[in-house]
T-cell receptor, first 111, second 112 residues
């Protein structure tokens, strides 16, 4: 099955700085790579996703890049704000219905 | 719209007891999922239902059963709870297979 590794496990950044989270996956057949944000006591919410036919996607302060050859993808958050503090999960598709998730990154934005 | 609703939010069980976690979605989604979340391990898929009338095992199905009662509802049953099943359980739905997952707020289960 798919194996997704996510780094770092914790990330502390100064407000206004950028944050980068990296994930690698093992199954070359994976073609969908979403990122979820989970706030304390809540369920994860999709913040951005990318499919394998594109290399980069942006949505305001958030961007995701995908390198299919190297089997890795990254989340970039620019101009971080206190409300960006949360746990972030990457995931990779496995077949038509399954997602395999990384272990998560706890992001803390220092004021 | 409530989205995905899970009940109960909290439950404490003794080893060997049984219980059912309920999940309902009001988005007319075809696919539904049960995940468990443990510290340092992300979200692991227990079972999923691609569409009404079908269910399939995920990564960690042992000790669990599911029922897709109708298009809206997907329940998870623990027949004989074990301490290793202490976790936070999330139900999710998607329009049809791979795509945005909509998660419930979670059910925190403790097995003593």
């Amino acid at each position: 099955g798919e194996n997704v590794e996510q780094h770092p496990s914790t990330l502390s950044v100064q407000e206004g700085d950028s944050a980068v989270i990296k994930c690698t996956y093992s199954d070359s057949a994976s073609n969908y790579f979403p990122w979820y944000k989970q706030e304390l006591g809540k369920g994860p919410q999709l913040i951005i996703d990318i499919r394998s036919n594109v290399g980069e996607k942006k949505d305001q302060r958030i961007a995701v890049t995908l390198n299919k050859t190297a089997k890795h993808f990254s989340l970039h958050i620019t101009e971080t704000q206190p409300e960006d503090s949360a746990v972030y999960f990457c995931a990779a598709s496995e077949g038509d219905y399954k997602l395999s998730f990384g272990a998560g990154t706890t992001v803390t934005v220092r004021a | 719209n409530a989205g995905v609703t899970q009940t109960p939010k909290f439950q404490v069980l003794k080893t060997g007891q049984s219980m059912t976690l309920q999940c309902a979605q009001d988005m007319n989604h075809n696919s539904m999922y049960w995940y468990r979340q443990d510290p340092g391990m992300g979200l692991r898929l227990i079972y999923y239902s691609a569409s009404e009338g079908t269910t399939d095992k995920g990564e960690v199905p042992n000790g669990y059963n599911v029922s897709r009662l109708n298009k809206r509802e997907f329940s998870l049953r623990l027949e004989s709870a074990a301490p290793s099943q202490t976790s936070v359980y999330f139900c999710a739905s998607s329009e049809a297979g791979i795509g945005e997952l909509f998660f419930g707020e979670g059910s925190r289960l403790t097995v003593l």
